[in-house]
């Protein structure tokens, strides 16, 4: 099968097994081979490990960070507006308020983690039991994931002919380093700062880059 016309499909894949099973691989497989490309959450389970479709080589795996000015005080004492009254640094000083999430699943032996986009506290649109919609805020790879999708989404519609690898190889490389750490994190409004710590195998090859990736393709 050759590509696809056109610019390539991107297909974000928010879900997750413990195993690969073949029916699932030669979904995949077929959906590769065609040009499309596909983009995973590493899935929520820790130290447990990642699941599938996530941990599966050739599909873009994303581990879930979040920010160490999560739910601090504004000037008036008001926790609930830090997601938009506080100030995030600009790279390269943005790793050094980045943590990887407990929740997101680390890389063990065998499964092959790419990159880190934010996944702690997101803000979102969420549809509630009476049908209306309102916001809250929702953590979880499944958050991390939608990032790097809208970002691939952005490099496909530059360069038509991107193909699996190359958007691979392009985030991986372009990715903001995040070394192994501990950083102090408040888990609520009004809650006290608490540690939450990460290893190498829980960051990939760093925070995703939306610039950095684009610039690559020119």
Not at 24 to 41: F, N, Q
Not at 83 to 103: L, M, N, S
Not at 129 to 149: D, E, I, K, R, W
Request: contains cysteine; negative net charge.
């Amino acid at each position: 099968m050759g590509p696809l016309k056109g610019s390539p499909v991107v297909i974000n894949m928010s879900l997750g097994g413990s195993e690969l099973d073949a029916v699932e691989k030669a979904a995949l497989d077929y959906a590769l081979e065609a040009g499309v490309l596909i983009v995973a959450s590493a899935g929520n389970s820790g130290e447990a490990g990642m699941g599938y479709p996530g941990a599966y080589a050739p599909v873009v795996s994303v581990a879930a960070t979040g920010w160490t000015g999560e739910w601090k005080p504004d000037a008036k004492g008001n926790p609930r507006t830090w997601w938009y009254a506080g100030d995030v640094a600009e790279k390269p000083g943005v790793v050094d308020e980045t943590y990887i999430a407990d929740f997101s699943s680390r890389e063990l032996p065998g499964p092959d983690l790419d990159v880190a986009a934010p996944g702690a506290w997101v803000l979102g649109a969420y549809q509630v039991n009476q049908g209306q919609q309102a916001f809250y805020y929702l953590g979880g790879t499944s958050m991390a994931a939608p990032h790097v999708a809208g970002l691939v989404a952005l490099m496909a519609e530059k360069d038509p002919g991107l193909t699996q690898t190359e958007t691979e190889t392009i985030l991986e490389s372009t990715a903001v380093a995040l070394d192994a750490g501990c950083a102090a994190v408040r888990p609520g409004p009004g809650a006290a700062p608490a540690e939450v710590c990460w290893g190498e195998n829980a960051t990939g090859h760093g925070l995703v880059n939306a610039v950095d990736a684009l610039a690559a393709l020119d």
